[in-house]
């Protein structure tokens, strides 16, 4: 079982930053590929973001591409989202998730994911 938390989601203004984080335990977090992903009231979840469990490969999703960076530091079990330009329409819950590193290819699907967070709350006042 990999247990995870997520911090850092507040209230920003337009254009504003914030930087979420992910702190995982339980099990080995470099032996894990880790994701964001985002979830608005009344939207399905949206894939965001994915790292590979060593940190050397990434893909982003279309609607914060350009303004996201992922990134994991394993030695301190921790992932990162960081979130520049941020709109109205980036308000959303946004989740970390994780899976087992068992193939080429990087998770993008929620379903491909195995364990989750309980998200923390990003909103963007205009």
């Known amino acids: 079982q990999v247990q995870l938390v997520e911090s850092g989601g507040g209230l920003v203004q337009t254009g504003g930053s914030l930087r979420l984080s992910c702190a995982a335990s339980g099990r080995t977090f470099g032996n894990y590929d880790m994701g964001w992903f985002r979830q608005a009231p009344g939207k399905q979840r949206e894939f965001v973001a994915v790292?590979?469990?060593?940190?050397?490969?990434?893909y982003y999703g279309d609607s914060m591409k350009g303004r996201v960076t992922i990134a994991r530091d394993n030695a301190k079990s921790t992932g990162y989202l960081q979130m520049n330009m941020l709109q109205p329409a980036d308000t959303a819950v946004y989740y970390c998730?994780?899976?087992?590193?068992?193939?080429?290819?990087?998770?993008?699907?929620?379903?491909?994911?195995?364990?989750w967070g309980q998200g923390t709350q990003v909103t963007v006042s205009s």
């Open positions: 790292i590979d469990w060593g940190g050397r490969s990434t």
């Open positions: 998730a994780a899976v087992y590193h068992q193939r080429s290819g990087l998770p993008i699907l929620v379903n491909e994911f195995d364990y």
